[in-house]
């Protein structure tokens, strides 16, 4: 993420300068069986922006592990900008104290642990990252992503963290308050397998009838009986559903493509586009031509 940011400002001396920091200096065996290398060691006399702390099993379960991971954090924490932990790094960031009474989250699985470890968190289990103060805490793996684009914002502005996405490929660049479970992943999680087979219908096919006798007749259920399964296992109706996908491909569409906004409402499955224009602004509070404006995905930095 930030050497990407680096390439796209392209000037010097580049914005961010990335380093390993261990318990010494030299390989780290990762869980992953990847070797990592460290650049310097927690003794060594260096003054940061930013810490991140990765996650992994050696800081989630071993105390020992974790011990100079605390120390090293603890002897940083007045003089650095910020201080971040990614998934169950947060182990090592909560031991230190300097958490207690935050607002933090961390992988949904291991939630419920962090809160029984360190009581006085106020631990979210659904937030993909969350900052209160100078420290931010995010969820597993892609979370870190997000969180990185965040840090690029916040130093530099939206149009380079989006242009960062769009170098790597990312969907959408996603804020802190989202769900760590994207919609669709969360219906195939929740729903037995015949549900799960109609979400992942529904999403390859926003343009078709999408009303509720549609689906029922689908699902061979009455109208009733099909909306009463449908959000005792989703938790939301089937309308809710339809229109949530419909809206989250509608704001891909809006940052990536050119479509005018009336010829995008048909592409996602709206007959007009004040009904595509009222159901946007109500879920977003943003009219879709102001948030094209906003977050189309600009490339100045070439």
């Known amino acids: ?51 991140i702390v990765p996650g992994g099993r050696g800081v989630r379960l071993h105390a020992k592990t974790r011990a100079p991971v605390v120390q090293f954090l603890l002897a940083h924490s007045k003089r650095t900008r910020r201080i971040a ?60 992503i997000d969180l990185s684009l965040s840090f690029v914002e916040e130093d530099f502005g939206s149009d380079l963290a989006l242009a960062v996405a769009r170098e790597i490929v990312v969907y ?12 669709p992943l969360l219906a195939q999680t929740k729903a037995r397998t015949h549900f799960g087979n109609l979400t992942e219908w529904i999403r390859g096919n926003l343009q078709s009838d999408l009303t509720l006798e549609t689906l029922a007749e689908r699902m061979h259920l009455s109208t009733r009986h099909f909306v009463r399964k449908f959000k005792a296992m989703l938790g939301v109706t089937p309308s809710d559903f339809v229109e949530q996908l419909r809206l989250d491909e509608a704001r891909w569409l809006l940052v990536n493509g050119d479509d005018p906004v009336n010829d995008l409402a048909q592409t996602v499955g709206y007959k007009g586009d004040d009904t595509f224009r009222r159901a946007f602004e109500r879920r977003y509070g943003i009219a879709p031509a102001e948030y094209r404006r906003r977050f189309r995905l600009v490339d100045p930095f070439r």
């Open 1 to 51: 993420m930030f050497s990407t940011a680096n390439e796209l400002v392209s000037r010097e001396p580049a914005p961010y300068h990335v380093v390993a920091a261990g318990s010494r200096r030299g390989r780290v065996a990762a869980e992953s069986g990847v070797s990592l290398h460290a650049d310097i060691a927690f003794k060594d006399n260096v003054s940061f922006d930013t810490i």
């Open 85 to 144: 932990s990614v998934c169950t790094g947060i182990y090592a960031l909560a031991d230190t104290g300097l958490l207690d009474g935050r607002n933090v989250t961390t992988h949904w699985r291991y939630a419920d642990d962090v809160g029984r470890l360190w009581p006085k968190l106020r631990v979210n289990a659904d937030a993909i990252f969350i900052s209160d103060g100078k420290f931010y805490t995010s969820a597993g793996v892609t979370a870190g």
């Open 172 to 183: 959408l660049k996603r804020s802190g308050g989202q769900l760590q479970y994207s919609q």
